[in-house]
């Protein structure tokens, strides 16, 4: 199927002709323009570099751009394929004839779901460059963001197989560009792929490893859900599109590789070697440190004859991966269920970017039925890297109306909500002090814990006995002041730990309950970034004090004086001179008000 058509006839699509540059200007047009309602995909028909003068091959961005999109690729909507999933899970014994032989035709239809290996060559491989010929530089591949380490292909279909060859895995994993080639793996030790290597450098073997850009755009969606591990990712595109995967070998190595992808890097990872990869913007909205990573030393490069470079963009929040993270929300809601039974919904707030905030709705049945619920989440597959969990019962309101459901939350709140505990996070996560695990934070909202409101001050009035006490509190507003718990976040121009900040304001303990410090640079007006902003910043057994029912949350940035030692990120920010350039030349809109609610510039 031509998706790029069928975006375009579902006006989903927008074509733009003028030379635009890889580094930065396609990323920031592309991260400016899914962020604005009735965002479209970007389909750049002219990329250009203007320091060297090249030019290359067209460059799509945002094919994941909205919900009607994304249901246009699948072909159905995520419920649909969940509720599938449910009755393979639990299927009901056939009452007569005709539902038996419905049941064994369906079973019979499910042998689709393996993918087929076909004999030749594919679509992919029409045109080839071979050894030396092979140029990684030749590739449109995009520079985000202004601190980048260089250039990351970011929608690279990642294919390994095990050291025996039984095992294969599809992953998407970010891949920085050294040189003609080289190509950095990034790799996250929790990931297959990491895996995999692990094995092959047991063995003393080179790795191989073949990367896939466009093509079937589900391969992508495909490659980054949470599957069990030792399951291929494209056993699930078989299930949707009920029909197989079509793949073929690649030229250079052992790795089969869909036959209609756009392009396909080939090559090998000396697992003696790594080499330093980064700073990049990811997903979380801040750039991840300079850190060693394999390399793969690239053997071929093949396309398609009129092939389009996939790329995404990540960043602050929402992007692209909004929309594949709701579907990946949807579709596995019956698989979590096998850890969960009584789990009855869950949602991941796109701006707690995924694994930094969920909220579960679970039939409780028994008492701290919630908090049993969030070690079984903290121990199962990606969900364990989920940083900030809070559970409802069945009375709560729906989970995706998050204003009611904060008040229903707040209005239960107290000191018996809160389990804190402490285990594995991504690798992406820059609060913890240690890469890879930190703290993490429950609160159970099943039942009423609440035994504490404040008397509720006007913001001016709080303001002034916080700044009687410590005048560096800047600036203060409260939130959802007609609850039990209001939520009051405070500026504060740091001059000593957060600790010390609210044994002094715990002098005026009758006037707040639950205290959300943050640095100067928040936008106090603007509760969608604070929150994306909290959730990242703290890591619950550091961050969070708690005094009879008063609670503290240190948000702000960490230095050693807390122990911190990793050294404390940037954000990622739009270049502001390339955004204005952007506009002058028609390629993104002047929308101040969209600006400033996302923060593009910081």
Not at 86 to 95: A, Q, T, Y
Not at 412 to 422: K, N
Not at 534 to 547: E, G, Y
Not at 577 to 589: F, N, P, T
């Amino acid at each position: 199927m031509d998706y790029i058509k069928l975006l375009k006839e579902n006006n989903l699509l927008r074509v733009i002709d003028e030379p635009t540059d890889i580094d930065l200007e396609i990323a920031h047009a592309s991260y400016i323009e899914v962020k604005r309602e009735g965002s479209q995909a970007l389909l750049f028909t002219n990329p250009i570099c203007k320091k060297t003068g090249r030019k290359f091959a067209p460059v799509l961005t945002n094919i994941y751009g909205s919900k009607h999109a994304l249901e246009l690729i699948f072909g159905l909507k995520p419920n649909e394929i969940a509720d599938e999933i449910e009755k393979l899970l639990k299927p009901k014994k056939p009452r007569n004839l005709k539902e038996k032989l419905d049941f064994l035709t369906y079973l019979f239809n499910m042998r689709k779901i393996f993918t087929k290996r076909l004999k030749g060559e594919g679509e992919c491989q029409q045109v080839k460059f071979i050894g030396e010929d092979a140029d990684l530089l030749s590739l449109p591949a995009l520079k985000t963001w202004p601190h980048d380490g260089g250039a990351f292909i970011t929608m690279g279909q990642v294919y390994t197989q095990s050291l025996d060859g039984a095992l294969q895995n599809l992953g998407m994993y970010r891949l920085q560009i050294y040189d003609k080639n080289r190509l950095g793996m990034h790799w996250q030790i929790h990931k297959d792929g990491a895996n995999f290597f692990h094995e092959y450098k047991r063995a003393g073997k080179k790795m191989p490893v073949s990367v896939a850009i466009g093509g079937d755009p589900l391969y992508i969606w495909c490659g980054q859900a949470p599957l069990p591990k030792g399951i291929f990712e494209l056993l699930l595109y078989g299930f949707i599109r009920k029909e197989p995967a079509k793949l073929v070998k690649s030229l250079t190595n052992e790795i089969y590789i869909p036959y209609d992808a756009d392009y396909v890097i080939e090559g090998f990872v000396d697992t003696a070697k790594c080499e330093l990869e980064g700073p990049f913007g990811d997903h979380t909205g801040f750039y991840t440190p300079i850190e060693p990573f394999p390399v793969m030393d690239v053997t071929a490069i093949t396309s398609k004859r009129e092939p389009i470079f996939h790329a995404t963009v990540v960043g602050k929040p929402p992007l692209e991966d909004k929309y594949m993270g709701w579907a990946t929300e949807r579709v596995f809601l019956p698989l979590l269920r096998t850890t969960v039974p009584e789990l009855l919904d869950y949602n991941m707030p796109e701006n707690g970017v995924f694994h930094n905030l969920i909220l579960a709705k679970i039939n409780t049945l028994y008492p701290a039925h919630a908090k049993q619920a969030m070690h079984a989440f903290w121990g199962v597959g990606q969900m364990s890297f989920v940083k900030h969990a809070i559970f409802v019962g069945a009375d709560a309101p729906e989970l995706k109306d998050y204003d009611e459901f904060t008040s229903f939350v707040l209005n239960r709140f107290g000191s018996q909500s809160v389990l804190i505990s402490q285990g594995v996070c991504d690798q992406l996560d820059h609060a913890s002090p240690n890469s890879c695990f930190g703290g993490k934070l429950g609160v159970d909202a099943t039942q009423d814990f609440c035994k504490f409101s404040p008397v509720v001050l006007n913001d001016s009035e709080l303001l002034a006995k916080f700044q009687s006490v410590t005048p560096n509190v800047k600036e203060l507003k409260q939130f959802k002041v007609d609850t039990k718990t209001p939520i009051c976040v405070v500026k504060f121009k740091k001059d000593c730990v957060v600790k010390d900040l609210f044994d002094k304001l715990l002098t005026f303990r009758e006037f707040f309950k639950l205290l959300i410090v943050v640095d100067m640079q928040n936008h106090l007006e603007n509760p969608y970034m604070l929150l994306w902003r909290v959730t990242n910043n703290i890591d619950a057994l550091r961050d969070i004090f708690i005094d009879g029912e008063n609670f503290c949350v240190d948000a702000t940035s960490k230095d050693e004086c807390e122990g911190y030692t990793r050294g404390w990120p940037l954000q990622t920010d739009c270049d502001r001179e390339v955004v204005a350039d952007l506009i002058k030349r028609g390629i993104v809109k002047d929308e101040s008000e969209l600006f400033k609610k996302f923060e593009i510039f910081g």
